[in-house]
């Protein structure tokens, strides 16, 4: 299953993804917002980021409108590495390199085409281990 949650910044590229993940016999969990109408990203960023922090494995998608909010907010969990990405490369090296378990997107700031690129590279790279994973177990406080 994967969890997608986004403010009203990100509901069009997030419809797109659900779309796009479902049309590939994926199970999605979303978790909103439902339209445009303006919201709170917090609200929506906190229930995804329990989910993932509680299923060891899973990987999740937010959007927002710069990334930045609804990204900020899932870090706030102690079992969560958040990423913002903007480009594929940024969105595979958060997965090599940091073992990121949620890809934030700016969905104002990159094309539909590219957002979905990116959850297709996120979701189908895996973390390299070796040196990075000393780095990945000083994240936590």
């Given at each position: 299953m994967i969890p997608i949650a986004c403010d009203h910044a990100g509901f069009k590229t997030k419809e797109s993804i659900v779309k796009h993940l479902t049309a590939k016999g994926l199970e999605v969990k979303d978790f909103g917002c439902y339209?445009?109408?303006?919201?709170d990203y917090a609200d929506?960023?906190?229930?995804?980021?329990a989910m993932v922090e509680?299923?060891?494995?899973?990987?999740?998608?937010l959007l927002c409108g710069s990334g930045n909010g609804i990204n900020m907010t899932a870090n706030k969990h102690?079992?969560?590495?958040?990423?913002?990405?903007?480009?594929?490369e940024i969105a595979?090296?958060?997965?090599?390199?940091?073992?990121a378990n949620i890809i934030?997107?700016?969905a104002r700031f990159v094309s539909e085409e590219l957002a979905l690129e990116m959850v297709e590279t996120?979701?189908?790279?895996?973390?390299?281990?070796?040196?990075?994973?000393?780095r990945v177990n000083k994240i936590p406080c």
């Open positions: 339209s445009e109408e303006s919201i929506y960023a906190h229930p995804l980021a509680e299923n060891t494995g899973m990987l999740g998608i102690q079992g969560i590495r958040s990423a913002l990405c903007w480009t594929t595979e090296l958060a997965r090599t390199h940091n073992d934030a997107i700016p996120f979701l189908s790279t895996s973390f390299e281990g070796g040196r990075h994973q000393n």
